[in-house]
């Protein structure tokens, strides 16, 4: 959660025009109350400042933004990070205009600090009707087990078989994931998406643990539509509860993975049939326009599920700029929805780290990232899992249980 202001300095307190450093705090301060009230509806307390740094000098006349951001949630607490940038200052010189000024095209950074901000729990209330404030819930943890495109030679921890898939769902689950997106291959361990190996793997997943099964339609680049939709053909104990829906064509490295907009609302028709709740998977900004068209004509319902996937080579880059974007858009075209991030490659835990911290969802997992840190190889997803737990707790998020992952993701849809 963020928010931000900006201002013009107008009161110089020290020779040559120079302002004094509390009146950064003072700006922080009017930032950290709007969080507050972001969060939990009331102005709250500023408890402790446990840094400050002061980089470069502030006069009369800069124009300053303040910018502060929670970073992890407690109980009553809200620890807070800070930035002041300078955008704009007079430009002083003999033969300018006096008033001349200079427009920074790189925004210098004045001075930052982290604290901690306090509401007390009789202080925290309910939003109003229409008011878009509160705490984010607790966060989904999406397992990625096995993918399309990651292969044994890649990592020898890669589940194949429908007893290795089995059994790495279960250790994921143990490990606090509560969603299985769910790929299958073939005897010699390339993608299928036949409906009869779905069936394998799902009931050797279901006999091992309980979780949200969710089934990929996108399949591997150059597959038919058809066949992609292999798994929305079970029934019974092995139908899956969500199945991915992906909006957009994108460059997918050297490849095309093809998303016809056609064939996006046929998909999202075969699984509105089969009675599955889909997940919305986002490659790039466009995608959201596609969203509102599919959303529109009634091709799907909310409270939607979206999955930002960040970080393809050729689609949109995996950044917590580009992110907060995303969500920004998602957050006011679709209020009420539900937001996750994948990031692709050695982006999938720093992009993990920025939804626990943004209030999102997290999808990890070999599908996306075979390492758990720089050259070392994870032993499986479920190391991935334990690493999503720590950066959960880290910011202050609970971690979804099956029953919670259930009530956000398997709510019926509204008209
Ligand atoms: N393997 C990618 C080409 C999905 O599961 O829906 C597509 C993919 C998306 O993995
Ligand atoms: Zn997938």
Redesign the pocket.
């Known amino acids: 959660m963020r928010a931000s202001i900006r201002v013009r300095m107008s009161k110089p307190h020290y020779g040559g025009n120079l302002v004094d450093g509390a009146q950064m705090l003072s700006l922080f301060g009017d930032v950290a109350t709007e969080l507050c009230i972001r969060a939990d509806g009331d102005e709250g307390l500023f408890r402790a400042y446990d840094s400050v740094e002061f980089l470069a000098p502030v006069y009369s006349g800069d124009f300053i933004e303040a910018v502060g951001e929670i970073v992890a949630w407690g109980k009553t607490s809200l620890k807070m990070s800070f930035r002041a940038y300078k955008f704009i200052s007079p430009l002083v010189a003999p033969g300018r205009e006096p008033s001349a000024a200079q427009l920074h095209s790189e925004p210098i950074l004045v001075c930052k600090a982290s604290g901690t901000c306090v509401v007390p729990l009789s202080c925290r209330r309910q939003p109003l009707p229409g008011e878009h404030i509160g705490r984010p819930g607790p966060a989904i943890i999406t397992a990625a087990i096995v ?3 990651t292969t044994r030679a890649q990592t020898p921890h890669l589940p194949i078989t429908a007893e290795e898939i089995g059994e790495e769902a279960a250790r994921c689950v143990k490990a606090g994931a509560t969603v299985i ?1 769910l ?1 299958v291959r073939d005897e010699h361990g390339n ?1 299928s998406q036949d409906g009869a190996r779905f069936r394998s793997a799902i009931a050797a997943i279901r006999s091992r643990c309980q979780v949200i099964v969710q089934t ?6 150059g597959m038919s539509i058809d066949e992609r939709c292999g798994p929305l053909s079970l029934a019974g104990a092995e139908r899956p509860e969500m199945a ?3 909006v957009g064509t994108i460059n ?1 490295g050297d490849d095309i ?1 093809v998303n016809r907009r056609l064939d996006t609302f046929a998909v999202a028709e075969r699984i509105t049939k089969a009675g599955i709740i889909p997940e919305i ?1 986002i490659y790039d900004l466009g995608h959201l326009d596609i969203l509102r068209e599919l959303v529109d004509k009634g091709a799907v319902s909310r409270p939607l599920h979206v999955q930002f ?1 960040l970080g393809v080579r050729g689609a949109l880059a995996a950044s917590e700029r580009n992110l907060e974007l995303l969500v920004g858009r998602l957050d006011s075209d679709f209020p009420g929805s539900s937001w996750g991030v994948a990031g692709v490659g050695r982006h999938e835990l720093p992009m993990a780290e920025v939804a626990a911290r943004l209030g999102g969802n997290l999808r990890v997992g070999l ?1 996306d990232n075979i390492f758990v840190e720089k050259g070392v190889l994870a032993k499986g997803s479920v190391e991935l899992c334990e690493k999503a737990v720590r950066l959960c707790q880290a910011a202050g998020r609970k971690v979804a249980s099956l029953e919670e992952a259930r009530a956000v993701l398997l709510a019926k849809p509204s008209p």
């Open positions: 993918g399309a495109e997106h790929h993608p990929s339609t996108g399949g591997a680049v991915t829906l992906n997918f993975f998977e996937v599908e």
